[in-house]
C-alpha cells in the first residue's frame, strides 16, 4: 500500500472549518484513500473513504486531487468532540482483499474554544 | 447493537507469563482483526481471522497467536511477554459485502496491556 505524510498537529477553532491534508504522491490506479480518527483513549473511528470522486457523508468531505497525490478531508464546522488524531491510510479495495491497515503518525488535531 | 467489545480492558503481566485477550465482533460480522498501538505511534495490523481461517499476518514474532471460534469472536494469545509488548491491544471487526471487499472496520476501545 501506499505511503501517506499528513502534518503531525493542527489547530482549528471550534465551529470554523477543519482542513486536513494528505500527500499519497505514489498511490496506485486500484487503490482508495481513507480516513479514520482516534479519540484519546478509544479505538480508531471509521471517517470515509474514496477513490477518486469527491466523497461527503455525515461526518465529513473528502476531497481528492485530480493526480490523485493528496487528499484533503473536511470537517465544516469543528467541535471539541472533534479533537483527536486523523490517520490518512491508502489501500487496495479488491475482492478478498485483507483488513490490514498501515497507519502512519496521523495528523492530532486541536479544536479550541 | 452493541459494537465491538474487548476484555479485559486493562491487564498487568510480568516479563515471562502469557496474556489472552478476547474480542467479539458486531452481529454479523464474519471477520476480526488484532492491532497492537504503542504509546505515541498508530496502530499496527497483527492478525486478521475470516471465517476462522488466518487471511492474514504482520511483522509479529511467533509469540504471538490468534484463533477464530465459531461465533465469530476471537482470542489474541501473546507467549513470554516482553517490556516492549506494552500496548494498547485493538481488536476490529468488518462485514465483507456483496462483492466480497471490506470498506470498513469498526474498532473497539482495546485491552491496555502492562509488562512489568
Known amino acids: 500500500d501506499a505511503k501517506t505524510t499528513q502534518p503531525p498537529s493542527m489547530d482549528c477553532a471550534e465551529g470554523r472549518a477543519a482542513n486536513l491534508p494528505c500527500n499519497h504522491s505514489t498511490i496506485s490506479g486500484n487503490e482508495y484513500v481513507y480516513w479514520y480518527r482516534q479519540i484519546h483513549s478509544q479505538g480508531p473511528q471509521y471517517i470515509i473513504h474514496?477513490?477518486?470522486n469527491n466523497e461527503t457523508n455525515e461526518m465529513a468531505s473528502l476531497i481528492i486531487t485530480e493526480d490523485r497525490k493528496s487528499s484533503t478531508l473536511i470537517l465544516p464546522h469543528a467541535t471539541l468532540r472533534d479533537t483527536a488524531v486523523y490517520y490518512c491510510?491508502?489501500?487496495?479495495?479488491?475482492?478478498?482483499?485483507?483488513?490490514?491497515?498501515?497507519f502512519g503518525g496521523g495528523t492530532r488535531l486541536m479544536v479550541k474554544p | 447493537d452493541a459494537g465491538v467489545t474487548q476484555s479485559p480492558t486493562h491487564l498487568i503481566k510480568t516479563r515471562g507469563q502469557h496474556v489472552t485477550l478476547r474480542c467479539s465482533p458486531i452481529?454479523?460480522?464474519?471477520?476480526v482483526s488484532w492491532y497492537q498501538q504503542v504509546l505515541g505511534q498508530g496502530p499496527q495490523f497483527i492478525f486478521q481471522?475470516?471465517?476462522?481461517?488466518?487471511?492474514g499476518r504482520g511483522n509479529f514474532p511467533d509469540r504471538f497467536s490468534a484463533r477464530q471460534f465459531p461465533n465469530y469472536s476471537s482470542e489474541l494469545n501473546v507467549n513470554a511477554l516482553l517490556l516492549g509488548d506494552s500496548a494498547l491491544y485493538l481488536c476490529?471487526?468488518?462485514?465483507?459485502?456483496?462483492?466480497?471487499?471490506?470498506?470498513?472496520?469498526?474498532f473497539g476501545s482495546g485491552t491496555q496491556l502492562s509488562v512489568l
Open positions: 474514496g477513490l477518486k
Open positions: 452481529s454479523g460480522h464474519k471477520s
Open positions: 491510510i491508502v489501500r487496495v479495495a479488491r475482492r478478498n482483499a485483507g483488513n490490514m491497515l498501515t
Open positions: 476490529a471487526s468488518s462485514y465483507r459485502g456483496q462483492q466480497g471487499m471490506t470498506e470498513k472496520l469498526f
Open positions: 481471522y475470516y471465517e476462522k481461517e488466518e487471511r
